[in-house]
């Protein structure tokens, strides 16, 4: 299309552009824009036309240019008539819009064009399919229903199936006012599982138990209109069991019933008890539009609204009328009750005697406040209730309510209201004063003042109840008021609720009832007046406090240095509690002046001041995010700044008292700083110009040190101080200062104790070294003790400075000491030496050993390894090595034992094994008792030989009979065992079907098998299939060898062979007289399906019913089939033992024996076989000439060997049921009777029978087959046939011929109720008027008058009228009561049915 540009198509997105060009044109607001020009002259038409004509082309396209397109689109949207050039001028009004181009319009169309089938013929076909489907499944679930207790999973499944595919085409086709969104179609498709669920697979659900009677019921009715639509009506219902079921007479054969009523005076008072009501203005007349919906509301409604109690002593009243006065106001009104039958009415007590006359409390509906009594009650006839005189007005004020509230404080306070309702406020330091001082919360009651409140505070979890008495008592005070009932009116009062809050938590203020003057108590629940309104919280928070962290020095300093080792500042650490961030104010006092200062914290962990700053340090106050504090601790912080440190060297010569000259210096440091101080010097001898020099370190924690410098080297020694440090310098300061000090050493003697051995065997010697310093030679005296002894000992002429003195040798085990008691230099210098010794320890003897074997020795197995345990004593601390050989060789073997835990040495092999020595780092002594090494044999298995037979070159067992079990296998074999048990034996089972294969060739079957067994032990054999049996041993594994050992002992009987014969097997067959094999289906006695089934009709007469049956039987004898046994290749002759099971009856067992070939006939006898009906044949055992036997008895109990069904059935009976009113002996029948029969035979049955000379025919599945009398008429039961037998039995009778009467009916009156008010002594007639065939018996009674229309009273008088032969009766009475017939019977039937 040319200027398709600018356009927007019908059906695009643009939704809105729809929708506003479908509003009407006299909308404000919503006017199209003009028409768009078409021709060079503008186009006049008034508002409307313009309105109308621009909504129409709107809604079909929007900026359109050009005369030509417009008349094409406005031609598609008329297809009747194309407008032409002169009429777009005048553009009519659109027509009417069709269906197609409504739906067009307002959005998405059909998945069917329009053009193919309009949108209203799509929505008409989808109703109908989907009323088609609905009309199927209500048919198929009352089918399913009619069958108590049967479910259906195929039809559950077909109909999910087609619910789904409904579903399904629904949603793809969208049509308009039908469319099913994808949220729609999940849900329709639950819904739709959840009711298949419920209608073809729960019989006992809750839905089906509720919706299956009206389902019968509704479905009953229909059948019931269809049947009486005449000629096709009966023929499409047909004979339905529902109609039988749900069959009913109707309520019109007794109508009518007259109510007489003897009025006596009635009386009414309010409020009897005189007590005071209150009622809640709130929920009075509360009541939502949508709850009048719900089932019970109205109800609940009651009981909820406020009623004052009237007691009515009469009958029911007609109209109430009662006076209110307005406690405001004082004006009082005159009202009347609506709906009398709708007020709540309880039943005090019934008199029978005045008839409906009770005493009921009638609750009157109240929904205001105000003062009420009763102006006037009247009933039905306009008679006026007598009233209580002098009764007291009935005072029904406003319920109490009370509410929290919390109340405004100054601008200063840090009391605050949060968005929902709860309230925070900081920690008070005192009760007088700080925020709130006034108050914090108001407890705010409405109500018949003055009022009560019982309040509970909860303090962090603490309870605390509180009773507020007397709230709003000076406000009931009357100042002289004209009105009467202004004191009861409703007044708000407020207690404030006063709280010191010195303790930090969560407040939470409850209202939990008040009540007022009127002793009215309201409990106050959430749900009634709203959490908000009856409970208040109040958070607390604590005010923060700021200390000193715990590491801080509260008496000495902090020190800021300039050494790179020390921090130029210090972080002071705060201990901070509260809520964050933390703003900590403090001051800085330097000693010139006092700095305050501030800082903020985020967090408490880590919060700390970074003093950078010499000076005290002092905290004044912190604040959080809530509160502000003071400070927890008023400590101050002291932190200076340090100076660098100084040392003064100077020194005084040491003089020797005994040799004379210098021996020495001593140093004396002076220091300036902070201890400790640490000063490096270095040391060096003059002397040895090739020295270097030695840099030693002296540690103090004095400010002035003395240094004592003696060396052991004569020289001079120069010490060159080079730098000092102290605690807040450790990195140094440089210092120069030099001394030197000319030094003559004394002469001096060590002893190097790291040197010698910790221990010495006994006899041995031991040189002791010595390290000598001073001028040589030396001469030095040394001493050795012991505990027995002492000797001094001299040594001259050393020259050398390393010297080593022997010591020994040491006879005295124990501990020898070496002491240097003096030594002399070369001058002559001597020098006593004190402290310098060495000690040595001599050992007594050395270790001992001992085999630890008992007397039976030590045990191993073959190709394994042992050690031979060890009983040692010996020094923990030195490895003992042993020597050790057998008896019968001389090699000897070596071990080393080095820990406790292993003492043991490993055996080479069985023997008698004896220690050769034993020594450590001494020698030591063994006992020479031997120890005995034995070799465990392997363990063996053979089959003992006892019962066994032995061929040339095998052993085998004796031959067995095939096995039904493995119970009945008779036969083991025995096993010889040696070892340790138990054992563990493997052994192959070899199988051959063929018991005449030769041992050598390949078995068909070869099974390893595994047994645990004990001496003796035997192992099972095979018996359950025949064939040739092998049984070889594998291994064998004890408690010693766990290990499979194989068995290879030469001699040893390790294979045995084994035959089972065959069990004789056969099956039963059935054969006609011709020969020909019967083969039928699956009987009803072999669970298996595996028995053949023979069924043979007798036809009516064959048989003779009494004595001639056996008579009878023999000449059927020779049409029925035979019965022969067949036996598959065996050992003849054979034995066989037949079972007959009856269905009913006692079974007993037939012997068939000496076989003597493969296939034999089986005769029953006639008392077994000669009856009407079921039996099973069935094999029990069959025995052949080597004694094997073959059961065909499970373990299961099924019954299996091809057995035979056998059912001999003659033709059916039909007899009327005796509970039946069938079987009545003038088949004389009423309407609505059931007439039953009793079917006898095979069934299903086909069954003909006439109704009113109309010929009907069914199936019946059941025994018991039935048909309503629904219709006068004549019945007719004609012929009765098996329909499933091999050929139709049938029966035809002539003697089931029914006449089916009608009911009587009777009317009281003119059929309806009637009520009559009478006084007392007035007459009234009741005439009674009867249909049917005389002589009639009817029965009427007199009632008590019921407090319900329909309720059942109790029973005055009963009559029976017998015998009437006329039409109509009369009776006549006085008395009060409802007067009705209850039974009616003419010369054939009665109703209701006994």
Sequence with gaps: MSGGQGLTPVGSPNRRVQRRSLAPAHSPGLESPPFPRI???????????????????????????????????????????????????????????????????????SAIPASVLDIPS???????????????????????????????????????????????????????????????????????????????????????????????????????????????????????????????????????????????????????????????????????????????????????????????NGTRPASIMYAHTSFETGVRQVRAVKNINGLRMETVASYPALGNWVLATYYLPVVEEGAYVIHSVRDSRGLEFRTVAEAQATVVVGCPTAHLSWRKQDENSTFAVGSDGHASICQRVGSSSG???????????????????????????????????????????????????????????????????????????????????????????????????????MVVHARPRVAWASGLPASSSLWLSDDRQRASHHALGLQLTGQAPWTVDYTIDTGAQVLHESRTFTTATAAALDARQAGVYSLVGVRDSYCAGTPADMGRVTVERAVRPTANVSSTAIMARECGGEIGAHITLEFTGRPPFV????????????????????????????????????????????????????????????????????????????????????????????????????????????????????????????????????????????????VTDARGCARELAGNSATVCVRASGPRAAFGCDSNGVRLREGGDAR??????????????????????????????????????????????????????????????????????????????????????????????????????????????SGAGPWRVEYFVDYWADDTAQSDSVPDRSTLRSALVLDPAVLPIEGRAPGRYRYRLSTVSDERYTRPQPIAKPGDVVAVEHTVTRSPAAVLRAYSKDGKPLVGNGGLFNRRSRSQSVTHCLAPGQLAPTSGESAAWARARDHLPEFRIEFSPGHPPFDAWVEVLPASGKTEVVEVLAIPGHSHPVVLPDHVASRIGRYHLRLLRTRDALGCEHRYDSSAGDLVGGGIDIEYIEAPTVRPASSSPASRPDRSVCVGDILAFDLRG????????????ARRSTTATKRLFRRIADVPGNFTLSRVCHRNAANDCCSEFDDLSYAVNDIPRIRVGRGVDVHQDILEGDLVHIPLYLTGRPPFTFTWQRRALASESNAKSKVLESHTVKDLDAYEYTITTSSEGTFEVTFVQDHYCQYPKA
């Design 39 to 109: 021709s060079s002259k503008p186009i006049t038409t008034s508002d409307s036309s313009r309105a109308l004509g621009s909504s129409f082309v709107e809604r079909v396209y929007r900026n359109t240019d050009g005369a030509s397109e417009v008349q094409q689109l406005l031609a598609e949207s008329s297809p009747a008539k194309p407008l032409s050039e002169a009429d777009i001028g005048r553009v009519p009004p659109p027509p009417p819009p069709r269906a197609s181009s409504v739906a067009a319009a307002k959005g998405p169309t």
């Design 122 to 312: 799509q929505r008409l076909y989808a109703l109908s399919v989907v009323g088609l489907l609905a009309a199927w499944k209500i048919y198929e679930t009352i089918g399913l229903s009619l069958e108590s207790g049967q479910t259906s999973l195929y039809l559950f499944i077909k109909w999910c199936i087609l619910d789904f595919a409904l579903l399904y085409a629904g949603w793809r086709l969208h049509i308009p006012k039908l469319r099913i969104t994808t949220a729609m179609l999940y849900g329709l498709l639950a819904g739709s599982v959840f009711l298949n669920l419920n209608m073809f697979l729960f019989s006992s659900s809750v839905l089906v138990l509720a919706l299956k009677p009206v389902g019968l019921g509704v479905a009953s009715s229909c059948l019931r209109s269809i049947k009486s639509v005449p000629l096709v009506g009966p023929w499409l219902v047909g004979d339905s069991e529902l109609l039988i079921d749900t069959f009913q007479l109707d309520d019109e054969h007794i109508l009518g019933r007259h109510t007489i009523h003897i009025l006596p005076h009635s009386l009414a008072h309010m409020n009897p008890t005189g007590k005071t009501m209150c009622i809640d203005s709130r929920e009075a007349g509360q009541r939502t539009w949508y709850s009048r919906l719900v089932p019970g509301s109205s109800h609940r409604f009651q009981e909820r609204q406020l009623t004052i109690p009237m007691l009515i």
């Design 435 to 537: 925020d709130g001082a006034l108050g914090l919360i108001d407890v705010v009651v409405e109500g018949f003042a003055p009022m009560d409140v019982s309040v509970v505070r909860l303090v962090n979890g603490h309870r605390e109840a509180m009773e507020l008495d007397g709230i709003g008592a000076k406000e009931t005070e009357n100042d002289g008021d004209e009105n009467q009932w202004a004191r009861f009116q409703r007044r708000t009062s407020a207690y404030t609720l006063s709280d010191a809050v010195l303790q930090a938590g969560e407040y939470v203020y409850r209202l939990e009832s008040v009540r007022d003057a009127a002793n009215h108590t309201v409990a106050l629940s959430d749900t009634t007046s709203g959490a908000s309104a009856i409970m208040a919280r």
């Design 679 to 822: 000063v490096s010097y270095r040391e060096r001898n003059l002397r040895n110009a090739q020295g270097r020099a030695a840099t030693r370190v002296v540690r103090t924690h004095q400010h002035r040190h003395v240094l004592a410098l003696t060396p052991s080297e004569t020289g001079t020694y120069e010490l060159e101080f080079f730098r000092v440090e102290d605690d807040n310098f450790p990195s140094g300061q440089p210092m120069f200062e030099v001394v030197r000090q000319v030094v003559h050493a004394q002469p001096s003697a060590t002893i190097y104790a790291t040197r010698m051995p910790p221990a010495v065997c006994r006899g041995d010697s031991v040189k002791v070294p010595v390290k000598l310093s001073g001028e040589a030679p030396w001469q030095l005296t040394y001493a050795v003790a012991h505990a027995d002894h002492h000797a001094t000992f001299n040594i001259t002429d050393i020259g050398d400075e390393r010297h080593s003195i022997a010591v020994g040798p040491l006879d005295d085990p124990g501990e020898h000491t070496v002491d240097l008691v003096r």
């Design 868 to 977: 031979i345990p060890i009983s040692l004593s010996a020094a923990a601390e030195f490895p003992v090595e042993l020597a050790y050989r057998r008896l019968d060789d001389d090699t000897v073997f070596h071990a080393t034992i080095r820990h406790a835990s292993s003492l043991s040495v490993p055996a080479h092999g069985a023997g008698q094994y004896v220690l050769v020595s034993a020594r450590d780092m001494c020698p030591g002594s063994v006992d020479t008792v031997p120890c005995a090494v034995h070799v465990e044999p392997r363990p063996r298995a053979w089959f003992a030989t006892d019962s066994l037979l032995k061929s040339e070159d095998s052993w085998y067992l004796p031959s067995t009979c095939e096995a039904a079990s493995a119970e009945t296998v008779a036969g083991l074999l025995p096993l010889g065992l």
């Design 1242 to 1253: 095979l069934g299903p049955w086909s069954i003909d029978y006439l109704y009113n000379n």
